[in-house]
């Protein structure tokens, strides 16, 4: 009998569940058809009738204001202004910002990809405009896809400041500086310089075991990466550096559509030793005193530790390039409250244009280049145009990325 | 008449049935409860499970279609998961290394967390005081802590860097890399040290659980045996063993669980020989944007912990646990260790300062260090702690004593951990109740089983869920049941408390498992009704297990990141997020100083309540 009433206040339980998952499902189905299909070229200002409501107050597609009039009109919106960013160094771009904008706050949070492409989602799906300017990469090509042609994010690019960009940067983000995935090796142990130049000597036996990178399965941007190497112009590249290498045409296996999935197949076959984090590949190749040191993959900005860490180590300008750049991007999320000061943080953060870089600065440091091309890299940097860069389409990187992941993972 | 009379007697006995079934107010606290739980805990749960069933905007690459399929219902990630070339490596592979894990870690860490707790709870060792406050240590130390501190005994030459101190040693004596490498490999990394490492972790699960059993043990009934003349073996298998063993068992599910879901450890150690489990597949899959194939390895894992509570339920069955609370006394004779003893005390001893205060000191020193990694006199630096600001080192950003944001932090981890150590118990104690009375019954199984959920939910999916949810005003049939919370303290409040209900509770039941029914019975005999019960005799008797089941859920607030950082606003930082930032930064030592002030917190909380407060977590969580 009693057990009777339980089931029967179980069951009640279940369909007063299912009634307001319902109500839950109509929800999310209803979004896709609130956010306006964006046109193929975001920058391109659409027709005025079709813009949205907020498209109009806030003026996005307005390029032309002048740092003054922005900051005036930041001052009326509210005078502040949060960045969400994936870089710790956002708290000293925050400190100059409000230095060089006496009365305007700016609050940085600094968090990592995942979490701030969930929570940057998940605000604005509910309606919670947190963030105005958001600072992430765009490594496979999502942001754009999804983000910017989705209708959640915009590209926000003032004619005089990106007239100092090389356009090919410019057709799907708004980039604010470049790092790459070098491989690295140890110059006390090599001190006539690297042992391996072109990238297919690492498929060679005696690396076998010691070269140290990340899974790219563990994440966006080794995923990424690794899907550089499979599409548009790079396998090509690739077949012919093996050419040059060992004087024979590349011949591919049966599950490899191009050179690009053979040198991965064969990558792998070596046994690469994964890591938690770059830094420790960083820490593993660049430690002084080892006999016979592993070489690694990672990333370019773990230059700027090495003279603090005491690592002995550089990096390699392999043949035929070192992969795909990742390039850091700023967008401004749709329906923020603070659209002038978000353009204002976003003029500041690009250099701006009247010769005061403190936006810039912190950016600018060993192991990341400027887009611009009246910025200066720092001290020691290898000039970027030196550097062998397979071309980045994030059209390309976005269809094949799961692909290439697969592929990965069936290799064990 | 008379048939008429049956009638009217039935149907006046299901009334009075009913009338006593709504009136009661224990039975309207269990649906509430339960309505509650389902609200709370099942709805994300649906909510997860649906995401899997619907195809993302990302995967249209993959099965073709246009921006009008999206959201659309499909099969794509469980047969993907299930049923594709992939199968064997997204799936059956990394669950056999989670089952291993799982199962080595359970094993191992009752074994040792038991015969522990026999010994500071039955055994005449000496230092006991000593001993029983050094045995939770590892409870309150980040496992990442120790992984690091099993690489730098045994790491190999072949991952560069610094080799390990084993290593060093055998280079010393002369031998060569390649035998190193055959002997230290096996040991440094994988299976083997990832069990050893999550064991030193987790047998505080076993300690506490099995050594609160043993504590209500009365003495009386192994003598009993011994005059009856049987062995002291025989002892330990017919009557002891018995007695702890629902305790074992539930330390086999928070063990077993926990070893399948932790994921900080198994990367690190795991990686370098791509050891690969379930947890990891998962945070790869969740970090490359493959929400729906994570949330599908989540809901896994889910049905893999429900079983092993379910199997713990029909072990158990509706055995009663052992009131101590009650009207009788009872007493506890420790049992001599004779010749043992002293060398007992010094393995013991050996093994705290090998397994425990190693990996503190460790940190300590490192937090000390200016560079990372040169032991010499002149890089020992307080920087990292109090220093005002050098642009040569970490950026030029200041030691955290010196940091403005620091104090912030503190202010704020220390508020949340409070406001929702307080809230947590409470609702634990609660359900604690519901599950100890209901024991065997039907209701009392679903509350245990659905309290269990959250335990493995991935926190940023649960945190994400919960951003979504409570972002918006909550309705039922278009009344507005509770306003939009986003952005607010009663929202982060929430999400802690619900996400560490798991320990609460379990802290709840054995806290209400062992005040016996009589006492509550003789109340009711003398008429007292069920609030006056509960403020009266329920409460007070509990009032040190309130204590302890705060500790547990403080503990392990003060150490949360992932689900904090979603829902707190860029103005709320908290200590782990403070330590994150330093990491980000590049500052593993800053990072090292946050994580000493946290981990003295707790230690000093936990102290406090153990001496003034009569809290032991030992007795919070039998059951």
Same mark, same amino acid.
């Given at each position: 009998?009693?057990?009777?009433?339980?089931?029967?206040?179980?069951?009640?339980?279940?369909?007063?569940? +299912?009634?307001?998952?319902?109500?839950?499902?109509?929800?999310?189905?209803?979004?896709?058809?609130?956010?306006?299909?964006?046109?193929?070229?975001?920058?391109?200002?659409?027709?005025?009738?079709?813009? #949205?409501?907020?498209?109009?107050?806030?003026?996005?597609?307005?390029?032309?204001?002048?740092?003054?009039?922005?900051?005036?009109?930041?001052?009326?919106?509210?005078?502040?202004?949060?960045?969400?960013?994936?870089?710790?160094?956002?708290?000293?771009?925050?400190?100059?910002?409000?230095?060089?904008?006496?009365?305007?706050?700016?609050?940085?949070?600094?968090?990592?990809?995942?979490? =701030?492409?969930?929570?940057?989602?998940?605000?604005?799906?509910?309606?919670?405009?947190?963030?105005?300017?958001?600072?992430?990469?765009?490594?496979?090509?999502?942001?754009?896809? @999804?983000?910017?042609?989705?209708?959640?994010?915009?590209?926000?690019?003032?004619?005089?400041?990106?007239?100092?960009?090389?356009?090919?940067?410019?057709?799907?983000?708004?980039?604010?500086?470049?790092?790459?995935?070098?491989?690295?090796?140890?110059?006390?142990?090599?001190?006539?310089?690297?042992?391996?130049?072109? !990238?297919?000597?690492?498929?060679?036996?005696?690396?076998?075991?010691?070269?140290?990178?990340?899974?790219?399965?563990?994440?966006?941007?080794?995923?990424?990466? *690794?899907?550089?190497?499979?599409?548009?112009?790079?396998?090509?590249?690739?077949?012919?550096?093996?050419?040059? +290498?060992?004087?024979?045409?590349?011949?591919?296996?049966?599950?490899?559509?191009?050179?690009?999935?053979?040198? =991965?197949?064969?990558? $792998?076959?070596?046994?690469?030793?994964?890591?938690?984090?770059?830094?420790?590949?960083?820490?593993?190749?660049?430690?002084?005193?080892?006999?016979?040191?592993?070489?690694?993959?990672?990333?370019?900005?773990?230059?700027?530790?090495?003279?603090?860490?005491?690592?002995?180590?550089?990096?390699?300008?392999?043949?035929?390039?070192?992969?795909?750049?990742?390039?850091?991007?700023?967008?401004?999320?749709?329906?923020?409250? $603070?659209?002038?000061?978000?353009?204002?943080?976003?003029?500041?953060?690009?250099?701006?244009?009247?010769?005061?870089?403190?936006?810039?600065?912190?950016?600018?440091?060993?192991?990341?280049?400027?887009?611009?091309?009246?910025?200066?890299?720092?001290?020691?940097? #290898?000039?970027?145009?030196?550097?062998?860069?397979?071309?980045?389409?994030?059209?390309?990187?976005?269809?094949?990325?799961?692909?290439?992941?697969?592929?990965?993972?069936?290799?064990? | 008449?008379?048939? $008429?009379?049956?009638?009217?007697?039935?149907?006046?006995?299901?009334?009075?049935?009913?009338?006593?079934?709504?009136?009661?107010?224990?039975?309207?606290?269990?649906?509430?409860?339960?309505?509650?739980?389902?609200?709370? !805990?099942?709805?994300?749960?649906?909510?997860?499970?649906?995401?899997?069933?619907?195809?993302?905007?990302?995967?249209?690459?993959?099965?073709?279609?246009?921006?009008?399929?999206?959201?659309?219902?499909?099969?794509?990630?469980?047969?993907?998961?299930?049923?594709?070339?992939?199968?064997?490596?997204?799936?059956?592979?990394?669950?056999?290394?989670?089952?291993?894990?799982?199962?080595?870690?359970?094993?191992?860490?009752?074994?040792?967390?038991?015969?522990?707790?026999?010994?500071?709870?039955?055994?005449?060792?000496?230092?006991?005081?000593?001993?029983? +406050?050094?045995?939770?240590?590892?409870?309150?130390?980040?496992?990442?802590?120790?992984?690091?501190?099993?690489?730098?005994?045994?790491?190999?030459?072949?991952?560069?860097?610094?080799?390990?101190?084993?290593?060093?040693?055998?280079?010393?004596?002369?031998?060569?890399?390649?035998?190193?490498?055959?002997?230290?490999?096996?040991?440094?990394?994988?299976?083997?040290?990832?069990?050893?490492?999550?064991?030193?972790?987790?047998?505080?699960?076993?300690?506490?659980?099995?050594?609160?059993?043993?504590?209500?043990?009365?003495?009386?009934?192994?003598?009993?045996?011994?005059?009856?003349?049987?062995?002291?073996?025989?002892?330990?298998?017919? !009557?002891?063993?018995?007695?702890?063993?629902?305790?074992?068992?539930?330390?086999?599910?928070?063990?077993?669980?926990?070893?399948?879901?932790?994921?900080?450890?198994?990367?690190?150690?795991?990686?370098?020989?791509?050891?690969?489990?379930?947890?990891?597949?998962?945070?790869?899959?969740?970090?490359?944007?493959?929400?729906?194939?994570?949330?599908?390895?989540? *809901? =896994?894992?889910?049905?893999?912990?429900?079983?092993?509570?379910?199997?713990?339920?029909?072990?158990?069955?509706?055995?009663?646990?052992?009131?101590?609370?009650?009207? &009788?006394?009872?007493?506890?004779?420790?049992?001599?260790?004779?010749?043992?003893?002293?060398?007992?005390?010094?393995?013991?001893?050996?093994?705290?300062?090998?397994?425990?205060?190693?990996?503190?000191?460790?940190?300590?020193?490192?937090?000390?260090?200016?560079?990372?990694?040169?032991?010499?006199?002149?890089?020992?630096?307080?920087?990292?702690?109090?220093?005002?600001?050098?642009?040569?080192?970490?950026?030029?950003?200041?030691?955290?004593?010196?940091?403005?944001?620091?104090?912030?932090?503190?202010?704020?981890?220390?508020?949340?951990?409070?406001?929702?150590?307080?809230?947590?118990?409470?609702?634990?104690?609660?359900?604690?109740?519901?599950?100890?009375?209901?024991?065997?019954?039907? $209701?009392?199984?679903?509350?245990?089983?659905?309290?269990?959920?959250?335990?493995?939910?991935?926190?940023?999916?649960?945190?994400?869920?919960?951003?979504?949810?409570?972002?918006?005003?909550?309705?039922?049939?278009?009344?507005?049941?509770?306003?939009?919370?986003?952005?607010?303290?009663?929202?982060?409040?929430?999400?802690?408390?619900?996400?560490?209900?798991?320990?609460?509770?379990?802290?709840?039941?054995?806290?209400?498992?062992?005040?016996?029914?009589?006492?509550?019975?003789?109340?009711?005999? @003398?008429?007292?009704?069920?609030?006056?019960?509960?403020?009266?005799?329920?409460?007070?008797?509990?009032?040190?297990?309130?204590?302890?089941?705060?500790?547990?859920?403080?503990?392990?607030?003060?150490?949360?990141?992932?689900?904090?950082?979603?829902?707190?606003?860029?103005?709320?930082?908290?200590?782990?997020?403070?330590?994150?930032?330093?990491?980000?930064?590049?500052?593993?030592?800053?990072?090292?100083?946050?994580?000493?002030?946290?981990?003295?917190?707790?230690?000093?909380?936990?102290?406090?309540?153990?001496?003034?407060?009569?809290?032991?977590?030992? &007795?919070?969580?039998?059951?």
């Amino acid at each position: 009998m009693f057990k009777h009433k339980n089931w029967l206040a179980a069951l009640m339980a279940v369909v007063m569940l +299912l009634s307001l998952t319902a109500c839950g499902g109509k929800k999310t189905e209803e979004k896709p058809a609130e956010t306006p299909a964006q046109s193929e070229q975001p920058a391109e200002t659409p027709a005025e009738s079709n813009l #949205t409501e907020w498209e109009q107050k806030s003026g996005i597609y307005n390029t032309d204001e002048t740092d003054e009039e922005l900051y005036q009109r930041a001052l009326e919106e509210g005078a502040t202004v949060t960045l969400y960013s994936i870089s710790s160094r956002c708290t000293k771009v925050a400190d100059a910002f409000m230095a060089k904008y006496p009365g305007l706050e700016c609050v940085p949070f600094d968090i990592s990809t995942n979490e =701030l492409l969930e929570k940057v989602t998940r605000e604005y799906d509910a309606g919670q405009h947190v963030a105005d300017v958001v600072h992430i990469k765009d490594q496979d090509g999502s942001m754009y896809i @999804e983000y910017v042609q989705g209708g959640k994010f915009y590209n926000f690019q003032p004619a005089d400041i990106f007239s100092h960009i090389d356009p090919e940067y410019t057709a799907t983000a708004t980039p604010l500086y470049i790092e790459l995935t070098q491989l690295f090796y140890n110059t006390e142990a090599y001190p006539d310089g690297s042992p391996i130049t072109n !990238i297919w000597q690492l498929t060679e036996p005696q690396w076998k075991g010691k070269i140290m990178m990340q899974n790219p399965l563990d994440n966006l941007s080794w995923g990424s990466w *690794i899907t550089g190497f499979c599409v548009g112009e790079e396998p090509d590249r690739l077949a012919e550096a093996y050419k040059n +290498l060992y004087g024979e045409e590349l011949k591919l296996s049966d599950d490899c559509e191009n050179a690009g999935y053979e040198f =991965l197949k064969r990558l $792998h076959a070596n046994e690469p030793i994964f890591t938690a984090s770059s830094d420790e590949i960083a820490e593993s190749v660049g430690t002084p005193g080892q006999k016979d040191p592993p070489v690694g993959f990672c990333a370019s900005s773990k230059l700027r530790k090495a003279e603090e860490n005491g690592w002995v180590f550089a990096p390699v300008n392999l043949e035929p390039d070192t992969g795909i750049p990742a390039v850091n991007t700023l967008y401004i999320v749709e329906g923020c409250e $603070h659209p002038a000061a978000a353009k204002l943080l976003v003029r500041f953060m690009m250099g701006g244009v009247d010769g005061d870089t403190s936006g810039y600065k912190p950016f600018n440091t060993l192991g990341g280049w400027p887009v611009r091309d009246d910025i200066t890299p720092a001290d020691g940097s #290898t000039p970027y145009s030196e550097i062998n860069v397979a071309p980045f389409d994030a059209n390309e990187i976005y269809v094949n990325y799961n692909i290439v992941r697969d592929f990965w993972q069936k290799l064990g | 008449m008379k048939q $008429h009379e049956q009638n009217y007697s039935r149907s006046r006995r299901l009334k009075n049935q009913i009338k006593a079934v709504v009136t009661n107010p224990y039975n309207v606290i269990v649906l509430i409860a339960i309505i509650l739980l389902a609200y709370l !805990i099942v709805l994300p749960l649906l909510d997860m499970l649906a995401t899997t069933f619907q195809l993302s905007q990302r995967d249209l690459r993959a099965t073709g279609g246009t921006m009008e399929d999206v959201g659309k219902f499909t099969f794509y990630y469980w047969q993907r998961l299930l049923a594709s070339d992939l199968s064997w490596n997204l799936l059956v592979k990394p669950l056999l290394n989670s089952l291993t894990i799982g199962f080595g870690v359970s094993v191992c860490a009752i074994a040792l967390g038991s015969c522990l707790a026999w010994l500071m709870v039955r055994s005449d060792l000496p230092f006991k005081p000593f001993f029983s +406050l050094a045995v939770i240590i590892p409870y309150m130390i980040p496992s990442w802590v120790k992984s690091q501190a099993w690489l730098s005994m045994f790491k190999t030459p072949r991952v560069g860097g610094a080799p390990g101190f084993v290593a060093s040693m055998m280079m010393n004596a002369g031998i060569s890399n390649e035998v190193i490498e055959r002997i230290l490999s096996p040991i440094a990394y994988g299976r083997i040290a990832i069990i050893i490492v999550l064991t030193l972790h987790y047998y505080a699960y076993t300690y506490l659980l099995v050594s609160a059993a043993l504590n209500s043990i009365n003495s009386e009934l192994e003598e009993m045996g011994e005059i009856q003349g049987a062995s002291k073996t025989l002892i330990l298998r017919k !009557i002891t063993l018995p007695l702890v063993l629902p305790a074992m068992l539930s330390a086999v599910i928070l063990t077993f669980s926990k070893a399948i879901g932790t994921f900080g450890t198994i990367n690190y150690l795991g990686a370098p020989v791509s050891f690969r489990t379930l947890s990891s597949e998962l945070y790869s899959n969740s970090k490359s944007q493959n929400t729906q194939t994570a949330f599908a390895m989540a *809901i =896994l894992m889910i049905c893999i912990a429900s079983l092993s509570v379910f199997i713990n339920q029909k072990l158990i069955g509706t055995r009663k646990s052992y009131a101590t609370v009650g009207g &009788k006394g009872g007493r506890s004779t420790p049992i001599g260790l004779a010749g043992w003893k002293p060398i007992i005390t010094v393995i013991l001893f050996i093994f705290f300062i090998v397994g425990i205060i190693m990996p503190v000191v460790i940190l300590i020193i490192e937090s000390c260090m200016l560079k990372e990694g040169t032991y010499s006199l002149s890089n020992f630096t307080l920087y990292y702690w109090i220093g005002e600001g050098d642009p040569n080192i970490m950026e030029g950003v200041p030691g955290i004593f010196k940091n403005g944001n620091f104090k912030l932090s503190l202010w704020n981890s220390l508020k949340l951990t409070f406001v929702n150590g307080v809230f947590g118990t409470i609702f634990g104690q609660m359900l604690g109740y519901i599950c100890a009375k209901g024991r065997g019954k039907f $209701h009392g199984r679903l509350v245990e089983q659905l309290v269990f959920i959250p335990y493995l939910i991935p926190s940023v999916a649960f945190g994400g869920i919960y951003l979504s949810m409570f972002s918006k005003p909550q309705s039922l049939f278009g009344v507005e049941l509770i306003p939009a919370l986003y952005g607010t303290f009663a929202l982060l409040t929430l999400t802690s408390v619900v996400k560490h209900l798991p320990f609460a509770s379990r802290a709840g039941t054995s806290n209400m498992l062992q005040i016996s029914g009589e006492l509550e019975e003789a109340a009711t005999i @003398e008429g007292a009704g069920f609030f006056k019960r509960f403020v009266k005799i329920v409460f007070p008797l509990s009032k040190g297990g309130f204590i302890s089941g705060f500790m547990l859920i403080f503990v392990s607030i003060m150490k949360e990141l992932d689900l904090i950082i979603l829902i707190m606003t860029p103005k709320t930082s908290t200590l782990p997020y403070l330590a994150f930032q330093y990491q980000n930064q590049n500052c593993p030592q800053a990072s090292n100083c946050v994580a000493i002030v946290m981990f003295s917190i707790v230690f000093l909380v936990y102290a406090l309540a153990n001496i003034f407060g009569d809290a032991d977590l030992a &007795k919070s969580m039998a059951g």
